[in-house]
Each structure stands twice: as structure tokens, then as C-alpha cells.
């Protein structure tokens, strides 16, 4: 693959569990962010819901923010899915989608 521009990765701000990218992707960084009611759990999937693989757990303490920096990126290949758990502010992807035909 050809080395990829900044401006051409994108972000996604959730709020409620879904599709982030439907596409094959790589999965750069994600940052969750908990409420004040107490602390956060969040997952991200390969694929387009909850039956697809987990890739990994989230967590935040309480009116705290906790990034996951993925060096190098992590490759999905079915799509990213974002399931949002209890006391969760938000989450925020960075990911770029692969090309049709990669």
C-alpha cells in the first residue's frame, strides 16, 4: 500500500454503539472519555456489530479520558464497529478506510 496523506485518515466522534467505517481500515488511535457518573467501558469490533471479533476492551476511570494509540495501525479487515458501554462521554476513532479493490 502506498504511503497515505494525513488529510485522507478520518475521525469519528461516538456517542451510541454502531458502524464507523464499513470498509476495511486501519485503526490508528482511539480516545475514551466517561461521564461523571462513573467510569467507562467501551469495545471495538472487526466487522459491522457486537457477533463480529472483538479486538479490544475500553476503559476510563470516572470524568477521565484514556487514549489507545495503535503503532503501527491495527488492520480490520471487515469494518470497525464501536459498541458503547456504561458512563461513556464518547469515544473518537481515527481510521483510514482501504481503497476498494486493495
Not at 6 to 19: L, Y
Not at 67 to 85: A, M
Amino acid at each position: 500500500m502506498e504511503k497515505k496523506d494525513w488529510k485522507e485518515w478520518q475521525w469519528n466522534r461516538s456517542t451510541a454503539s454502531g458502524r464507523v467505517c464499513l470498509t476495511p481500515c486501519f485503526l490508528s488511535h482511539v480516545s475514551l472519555t466517561a461521564d461523571a457518573v462513573g467510569a467507562a467501558v467501551a469495545a471495538i469490533y472487526d466487522g459491522h456489530g457486537t457477533a463480529e471479533d472483538k479486538v479490544t476492551d475500553l476503559g476510563a476511570v470516572q470524568h477521565g479520558h484514556t487514549p489507545y494509540p495503535f503503532n503501527p495501525p491495527l488492520f480490520l479487515r471487515k469494518g470497525l464497529f464501536v459498541e458503547i458501554g456504561a458512563n461513556v462521554k464518547s469515544v473518537l476513532v481515527h481510521f483510514l478506510p482501504v481503497p476498494e479493490g486493495y
